[in-house]
């Protein structure tokens, strides 16, 4: 069997077609239980139950550097690159014996974090030219001058939060 140029072009974009349908959902944050059976085991305590999610970064599109009149050089020179990332959601359980001072009411400790979003920006560069534009009355040739320098903040935003509750035997 011989295969032509369209044949094998047509073959190409069917696998691309097919790679592209099978790509999973990006996910928020990958669910961790935290194994402390080991210590429950050895020492005969009773520990906390941890379940969490370990967050999965996305990174944006820095932005653009932009000319302005004036300056040789592009602003922001180093851009800012946004972060965005869901903290998932975090609960805690821990036994609490003995609340009320009796065996009887032993009770269940818990605190939760609800999942949020979280989004960040890096910091970034700001550089002036040490050289100014062109000088007509200096013959064409720029004039020294001093050079800037400025850093952009980093940016964090979010609202996390925590419930804690505790929970009686009835």
Known sequence: MKMTARGSIAALLTCMAAAGVATPAA????????PLEGVETTTGLDVPRIATAVPLPVVGAPEAPRMHKGDMLPTPLLPAVPIATELGETL?????????GRPETDGEGSLES?????????????LGSPLTMPDGSNFGLP?????K??????EITGAPQALLGVALPR
């Open 114 to 126: 609800p999942a949020t979003t979280v989004r960040t920006r890096t910091p970034g560069a700001v």
């Open 149 to 154: 320098l400025g850093l952009l903040t980093p």
């Open 92 to 100: 805690v359980t821990s036994p609490l014996p003995n609340l009320a």
């Open 143 to 147: 004039n020294l001058t001093t050079p």
């Open 27 to 34: 996910a928020d944050g990958v669910p961790v239980g935290v």
